[in-house]
């Protein structure tokens, strides 16, 4: 019973309560931060005793790592899982950092880019992420990295059969491009029945001479799943055939996991007479190292000239030290890592 005149109930033991949450749920037994820095420094005071290692909770961690065991069971099926809500918004790398941070141990080294490039804001608040609830070291080389999280590209640097890459993935199923049905297009990878996305292939043809698909190219994993591998460009699937290191491509926003294990054969989708190609840049070189066999972008320099760059930034700074370094020289001598990245 609440006593007349007075606004708030006393608690059974006969004592108001020392704090109230008001409402907007903020509390009142404080003061707020005056600023984010404030809140930042606050939150620094108390470190990071109240998370789990790595951010997510035990429980969270081995669901995702059950699930990537099963995606690499079977390579190229989609694999559903509880996503979990992070500290970024759904579709700006939600599977992948789940991914990352299930896998991360206190000993691995963890590299984050975004379309080729170390500095973007998502990979720099990835990074830091992983830093701080991981306490892992980071790294903008590609050769340094146990595990590397990437947004639409796969490093230019050949990866070693002790490397992982993780792939954000916005989309899972290549066949949505066809059919918006998941249920029908789930029916059709059970039975292998890819007529839909053979006959998209063969319109692409007809209209324009040649397959026009650019990134998200559809590819076979093991002669038997057609996978969706994520939107890197042309130039980047050839290096998923056969390679030493295991890929894992997850997707937050649509709780799902697929891998493509080591030494698996992908094949991108083609016909005898229409080959599969990649990109062209008329063998015009990156105007910052000279490199012609990197996959390069075109950017604008703001006052009217356009350039054409590496998109790889970390491998076009060690081209820039050294010229003509072949995208394998560290496979020989590991050793050999050559220059441009920096650990932290």
């Not at 059950?66 to 500290?87: D, E, F, K, N, W």
């Not at 093991?222 to 996978?227: D, E, P, S, T, V």
């Not at 055939?241 to 030494?263: K, M, Q, S, T």
């Not at 012609?292 to 604008?300: A, F, L, P, S």
């Amino acid at each position: 019973m609440t006593e007349p005149g007075r606004g708030e109930p006393e608690s059974p033991t006969g004592h108001r309560p020392e704090a109230e949450d008001t409402d907007d749920g903020d509390r009142t037994d404080g003061p707020a931060p005056a600023s984010v820095d404030a809140a930042m420094e606050a939150f620094g005071e108390g470190g990071l005793a109240g998370y789990s290692y790595a951010y997510l909770d035990e429980h969270t961690k081995r669901e995702v790592r059950r699930t990537m065991l099963s995606a690499v069971a079977i390579p190229g099926h989609q694999v559903p899982y509880a996503s979990r809500p992070m500290p970024l918004a759904r579709g700006w790398g939600t599977g992948g950092i789940q991914a990352s941070l299930s896998l991360l141990g206190p000993e691995d080294v963890f590299k984050v880019i975004d379309q080729g490039s170390d500095e973007s804001v998502n990979a720099a608040n990835i990074r830091r992420l992983a830093a701080d609830t991981a306490d892992v070291d980071t790294t903008t080389d590609t050769t340094e990295a146990d595990v590397i999280q990437t947004r639409h590209r796969i490093p230019e640097e050949v990866l070693t059969d002790e490397q992982v890459l993780v792939l954000q993935v916005p989309i899972t199923d290549p066949l949505r491009t066809v059919d918006p049905s998941d249920a029908a297009n789930r029916r059709r990878h059970a039975h292998a029945n890819y007529g839909k996305m053979w006959l998209r292939l063969y319109e692409s043809v007809a209209q324009h001479g040649e397959i026009d698909i650019g990134a998200r190219y559809p590819v076979m994993v093991a002669g038997r799943y057609l996978m969706d591998p994520s939107p890197i460009p042309r130039w980047d699937v050839p290096k998923l055939d056969d390679a030493d290191a295991l890929f894992l491509f997850a997707a937050g926003r649509e709780a799902r996991i697929y891998a493509v294990p080591p030494h698996t054969a992908v094949e991108p989708l083609a016909f005898e007479d229409r080959g599969f190609t990649v990109e062209r840049f008329d063998d015009r070189p990156c105007d910052v190292c000279g490199s012609t066999d990197t996959y390069r972008t075109e950017v604008d320099t703001g006052d009217g000239e356009v350039r054409l760059v590496c998109n790889d930034v970390s491998f076009c700074r060690k081209r820039q030290q050294r010229p003509g370094l072949p995208t394998d020289h560290h496979l020989d001598d590991p050793a050999d890592a050559g220059e441009g990245g920096e650990s932290a």
